[in-house]
C-alpha cells in the first residue's frame, strides 16, 4: 500500500524528523513551481525559505479505507508557517536546500542547520537558532566556517557531543571538495570527478560541532562506509551502494545507523558501525525507487516503533514538486531494517 502525502496544501521534500517535547517535527524544503528545465545540476529546485510541521502522533493509514488516508493525514499536521526565508540571511544567494534541525542540551535552544549557494554560487551551510522547535529561527550573519555541500544532517548522541553530516555529488558540488580548503569549479565539468571512474566512491563528509553547535570543533572527514561484500571502500563503479547524497544518522541499541541516497540510482540504504565516525559496512536497502527523480529520508522512533520519513511526487507528477510521506520500519534480531509493509514497485 502506498500513503498519502502527510502535507497537501504546499509541496515539501526532503523531510528532516525528530521528537521534541512529545511531538513530531518535519524540517523539509519548500519546493515551489519553476520553468527551469531539470537538469543535473539541480537548477529546477529552486526553494527560498523553510516551514516546520508537528504531528502528535504518526497516521495508521494501513487501517484506514483508502478514500480517508488523505484526510486523516492533513488533519493531523500543523503547519507552524515559514521560520526562515532567504532574504533575511545576509550570505545567501539562492536555492535554500534540504535543512535539519537539532536540540543543544548545553543551552536549551534549537538549531536548523540549512545549505544554500553563496554569492559566488558556491554551497555552504547556515546555522538558525531558535528557542521553540517550531521556530522562528534567528540566521548567523555567515556560514560554518569550513563548511560546504549540501544536506546537512545533525546528531546529538547519548553523551551530548553533537555532528554534521553533509554532501551531494553533482549539483551538491561534493566532488568540487577533493581538496577540502579549496573549492575546485573545473569540478563541474568532468563526469570523472563526480566518482565515476576507477576509484573509490565519494563519501559524505562528518564534523564535530562546538559546543554552542555554530562552529566545527574539529576538521571535517570523511565517513568511510565500506562494501560488506569485500570489506573495503565502496568503490565508485557500484552505483547500487555508493553515497550520492541524503546523510541522516540515527542510533539504535547501542549501534550507529548512517543512510543516505544513491542518486542516480534511487535507493534508500543504510550502513552500521559502532562509532559516530565511522567506519560503516553497508547493510542493504531501506526503500526501492520511488516517482520522482530524487530521493530524501530521515528516520525517527516515536511511541516505541520505528518511521521512515520520505518524499515522491505521486501529488504533482513533476520531478522539482515533491511531497512528505511516511512508513514503518522494522529491525530483525540482527539489527537489519525492512519496511513493515511492502512496497510498490515504481518505474524509473
Known amino acids: 500500500m502506498d500513503p498519502p502525502p ?67 493525514a492533513a488533519g493531523l499536521v500543523t503547519d507552524h508557517g515559514a521560520v526562515l526565508a532567504a532574504p533575511a540571511v545576509p550570505w545567501v544567494q539562492k536555492q535554500m536546500w534540504a535543512p535539519d534541525a537539532a536540540f543543544n542540551p548545553k543551552d536549551g535552544k534549537y538549531y536548523l542547520f540549512f545549505p544554500a549557494r553563496d554569492h559566488a554560487g558556491v554551497f555552504r551551510i547556515g546555522v538558525a537558532v531558535g528557542a521553540r522547535p517550531e521556530g522562528p529561527f534567528a540566521p548567523e550573519p555567515e556560514p560554518i566556517p569550513g563548511s560546504f555541500s549540501i544536506d546537512p544532517a545533525a546528531f546529538v548522541d547519548d553523551d551530548g557531543q553533537a555532528y554534521l553530516y553533509f554532501g551531494g ?134 511511541g516505541g516503533r520505528w518511521w521512515l520519513f520520505y518524499h515522491d511526487t505521486s501529488l504533482s507528477g513533476k520531478n522539482h514538486l515533491r511531497s512528505v510521506k511516511v512508513r514503518e520500519l522494522l529491525y530483525d534480531d540482527e539489527g537489519r531494517i525492512r519496511l513493515a509493509q511492502p512496497q510498490p514497485t515504481v518505474p524509473v
Open 6 to 72: 502527510l502535507i497537501t496544501h504546499r509541496y515539501t521534500a526532503d523531510p528532516s524528523a525528530h521528537v521534541f517535547n512529545g511531538r513530531v517535527y518535519i524540517y523539509p524544503s519548500h519546493d515551489r513551481e519553476t520553468t527551469v528545465t531539470d537538469n543535473d545540476n539541480g537548477d529546477q529546485y529552486d526553494m527560498v525559505d523553510y516551514h516546520v510541521y508537528s504531528l502528535p502522533h504518526i497516521p495508521e493509514f494501513s487501517s484506514a479505507p483508502a478514500n480517508a488516508q488523505e484526510e486523516l
Open 169 to 302: 555529488i553533482w549539483g551538491g558540488q561534493l566532488q568540487c571538495w577533493r581538496d577540502t580548503s579549496q573549492f575546485d569549479k573545473e569540478a563541474y565539468k568532468s563526469m570523472e570527478a563526480s566518482g565515476d571512474d576507477d576509484e573509490p566512491a565519494l563519501f559524505p563528509k562528518v564534523a564535530l560541532l562546538a559546543p554552542d553547535m555554530r562552529s566545527f570543533a574539529g576538521p571535517v572527514a570523511d565517513l568511510v562506509i565500506l562494501d560488506d561484500d569485500t570489506g573495503a571502500p565502496i568503490h565508485a563503479s557500484r552505483h547500487d551502494k555508493r553515497f550520492f547524497e541524503a546523510s541522516w544518522m540515527h542510533k539504535r541499541d547501542g549501534r550507529y545507523y548512517f543512510s543516505y541516497s544513491t542518486g542516480d540510482t534511487h535507493f534508500l540504504v543504510y550502513a552500521v558501525g559502532d562509532s559516530p565516525l565511522g567506519p560503516f559496512t553497508y547493510g542493504g536497502r531501506i526503500l526501492e525507487p520511488v516517482q520522482g527523480w530524487t530521493t530524501h529520508h530521515s528516520i525517527v522512533e516515536f
